[in-house]
């Protein structure tokens, strides 16, 4: 690898400014380089004045070394030893775990993880799940794709669900060649997902800055149609968490191709067993890449599919009629601009799931407000340590539900993101005061776990059901996965509505739903429209009901005896419903949802207060507004320039044609493209000069005064500023280019 101090940071390749004192995970195919990437993070983390235990664990030997920083030595004496280890004969967790403690390293990063784990039992993998989870300094692990293991293929989807980063390398094609990729699902550092083009060298991985993310149309180039789909793939449901769910749905599928031999559809290959596959597929679908019919989408996500021409409209086969039987706030959330794109599969409502059995101890009733919640957990906590039982636990990761639970605190405080007006009001009191009493839940009253920041839902949920925490944002489901064989709180938690806050007068939660769309890749909708039909009838949607773990969007369902005898809890959830908000509702909701994982989360870490974040995310969305709202005369005007540019143009005219104050212009022309009008025009101009300078017809002269110069001597002066090399020596350079072709 060369000299280990000259590697790449770390954190330059993944695309954030700093190293995550967390855990990640890094997946990745033999060969895609996922032991260079490690140990660059191990390089990293020893020059930041910390030791970092490297462990590789390969087919035959396994490779130990204790790095330590620059200028300091090692106290003992002797090699680096590990014990216990060979190939065919595994080390046990905790016999593993002991030794990690006894050097005591700031940083350890694992090589190959999924080696070591192939043989441990499910007490021994939750085992290490357990201490991986509450690893307090840097831990970086690499293994196999899950989907292409057998043995270990659960604790890797665990520890993807329990990591702050998850971090993929595949190859792909740049350019007709295979290129490394590097994708970063979710990371504490990055708003969203971030994937760019690498390099391996001997300095290890190199970010290819002159690359950009592939584009693969949703339209054949050759064709106005959609490419037609060589198969029916479709995903009927979200997720098929257990066997029996799974089989449900296969048993569907098979009596539907009994039925219709003629137009069969299929199961993805490979069962769906946890979120990260299940966005897997939701990631190929957006790039235009899946050869899925038929997959259920957050439907907070449809005027962005409607936007990008992705899903076809369904109007056509889902008449109002048929809508009548759904809950209207199912319904809503499938509709954009007049149009359904979407059936409703399941929704959801935010709820509060409270232990019962403590409450009972101390005689309370389900609080109704954050006073009354913290009050109780104070006098539980005199009876119970906190070090084992956590008060308040919600999700702050930096992801989705990180936005829906600030929102939803917003609102039962009295706040709200616009005011009557259509103003920016997310830097009032109200709202800030929401984002504090979450700030406060960890760093002040210490009545939420200390990595709240970086807990996702699964890892929140398990503490939960494990029975360490006493109340939990969550969604209904958490009832029915409190029955499950797992749990340690069988029979013993209740739902409540979302508490109102201090300056609050009722309880507003998000209602979130899943719905099935039909991708445009599909030619005819048709018999994929039947497919789903056959999914709908009453006996499926009873047993789907009775087996699901989300509430169901049909009206009826919620009177039904045997759906009622299976889920008493829905007759709560249908009072709750209807008082719920649509996170699609909110104007700019994408550029919302994208400042408050990032201002937010970083308040949630202690790193700025709630004030400073709040401030940041109102200024920046009433920005982004502002933009959208004179995106449409500035690009009159950007227009406008390219059909004149042979012309002189000045800014005042400019700015009187698209009917704005020349003022007013330049500070809107500067917001919208990021450049002056003046800088803008030149570009534009030499632009086009590049472009006929390709032309041996038109002399220098003769194309000065084609793209607007009176002045040859002052077109070349702006030539070579713009571009480094005056008109002659590019034509030449050009010419050169094309003889050597």
Sequence with gaps: MGDKHSMIPFDEVIGTKHLIHGRYLVTGEAGTGKTSLALQYAVNAQIEDNTCLFISFKRKEARFHLLMPPGKKKSESGPVSFEAYEYGKMISPADF?????????????????????????SKETREFLSWAAGYPKGLLM???????????????????????????????????????WLWVPKHPGIIGSSGQFCRM???????????????????DEKSSKPAQATSTLVMPEILYFSPLHYQRVKRRVEHYNRQHPGSSVRLPEKNITSILEYHQHIMQFEEAK????????????????????????????????????????????????????AVPHIINVGVMAYRQDLLGKIHRTPPTNWREMMECYRILSRDMSPENIAGIGYQGAQFENLSCNLLELIWCNGGDVFDSSGHVILNRPEAVEALQFLQDLIHKHHYSP???????????????????MVFMRSWPRIISQAELPTSHVSGRVGLMPLPIGNSG????????????????????????????VSMMTEEAVVESATIGWSCPVIKDLYTHSDVLRARPYYRQMVQLIPTGRLRQTIPNYSVLTSLIKREAHLALRNEKTAQEAMDIISQELHKSIHRQLHIAPIQKAMEFVHEHMKEPITRDQVAKV????????????????????????????IEEARRLLGRPEFNISQISHEVGFNDESYFSFTFKRLTGVTPSHYRLNLQGTILSL
């Design 450 to 468: 200390p990595d709240t920041p970086f807990m996702m839902e699964s890892h929140c949920e398990r503490i939960f059901l494990e029975g360490r």
């Design 290 to 341: 899946s050869n899925l019919g038929l997959l259920p989408v957050d439907l907070f996500k449809l005027p962005e599919l409607v936007e990008k021409e992705l899903i076809h409209p369904l109007d056509d086969f889902f008449p109002e009629s048929a809508q009548q039987a759904y809950l209207d706030k199912a319904i809503q959330q499938c509709r954009y601009r007049g149009k359904i794109y």
């Design 505 to 532: 007068r009722e309880s507003i939660p998000i209602i979130g739903a899943f719905g099935y769309v039909i991708p445009r890749t599909v030619t005819d909708p048709e018999p994929v429209w039947n497919f789903m």
């Design 658 to 685: 698209v009917g704005i104050s020349p003022s007013h212009f330049s500070v809107l022309f500067k917001d919208v493209t990021g450049q002056t009008f003046t800088d803008y025009l030149m570009r534009v101009r």
């Design 201 to 219: 060298s001997e300095q290890g991985i190199r970010t290819l800055k002159e690359s950009v993310t592939p584009s693969i149309p949703i339209r």
């Design 142 to 180: 690499t293994s196999l794709p899950a989907s292409q293991l057998k043995e270990s293929a659960d604790m890797i989807q665990k520890l993807a669900d329990l990591t702050e980063a998850l971090i993929e390398l595949k190859f792909m094609p740049l350019q007709n060649q295979m290129q490394l």
């Design 97 to 121: 775990i002991r030794q990690i403690r006894a050097y005591d390293p700031a940083y350890v990063v694992l090589d190959d993880i999924h080696v070591l784990a192939q043989n441990w039992s």
